[in-house]
């Protein structure tokens, strides 16, 4: 780990004021974040917040023991420990490392007594957890009205977004859970979109062979949530 590293590559930190940036970096710490790695679990006190440079993490939702469903992803756009940015010390929801990378933690009490101390960090963390509101809402509209590989299109351009190179770690057991569907249904809708030459799946791995081919079987699944962010933060 390492303390007052120069500004990172996420774009929540880089789009801070200097004077803002000057609250947080005496606290600020480097990590590696590990696959699997948790961030946040269910109901248990936050103790830090992660704003991550590269890599992403899932945030599942949990109905019951082993019963999940991702519901976002943050990755080098954002961070972690929105309820600590409403006012609150705890989520019922799970965050954990889903690409391993690396990223940089904060203590939430210190993150609270920046954010007290700086209106324009307040709003800045605030516009952050609406962009992210967006983008769990058409999470939902996705699984309401897309069909599975619609729905696996616009995870994998979420994930890409997040990615360098096009090379992408994802097993059928972490795309299950993500998309909340049995493994089969995976392999199938992988398959529909290896037939359309979109993508090439391997073990544990999938590359990206045609982004633009993939936004247009993603289609109105993607692109709100991510041009949200662009008018909120920039």
Known sequence: MRRNSPPSGNR????????????????????ALELRQVLEAPNRRIDHVYFIDSGFAS????????????????????????????????????TYI???????????IALRKA???????????LKYVQAFMIQTAHTAMANACAMLDQRLA?????????????????????LSVMLGVRRAGVTE?????EMRGLIRASRGVIIVRDRKGIERRAGPAYGVPEAEFRRLIG
Request: aromatic share 4%.
């Open 115 to 125: 954010m007290s101390s700086s209106p324009s960090l307040q709003r800045l963390l």
């Open 98 to 108: 889903q690409a391993a990378g690396e990223g940089r933690r904060i203590a939430a």
């Open 189 to 193: 809708a992988l398959h529909a979109l």
């Open 12 to 31: 929540l930190l880089t789009s801070l004021s200097a004077a803002d940036f000057g609250l947080l970096q005496p606290h600020l710490v480097s990590f």
């Open 154 to 174: 616009r995870w994998i351009l979420m994930a890409d977004d997040r990615i360098e190179g096009g090379s992408l770690p994802l097993t059928h057991e972490f």
């Open 59 to 94: 945030v599942v939702a949990v109905r019951a023991k082993e019963v999940e469903a991702e519901v976002g992803l943050i990755g080098r756009e954002g961070m972690t420990g929105l309820a600590v940015v409403l006012g609150d010390d705890r989520s019922p929801q799970s």
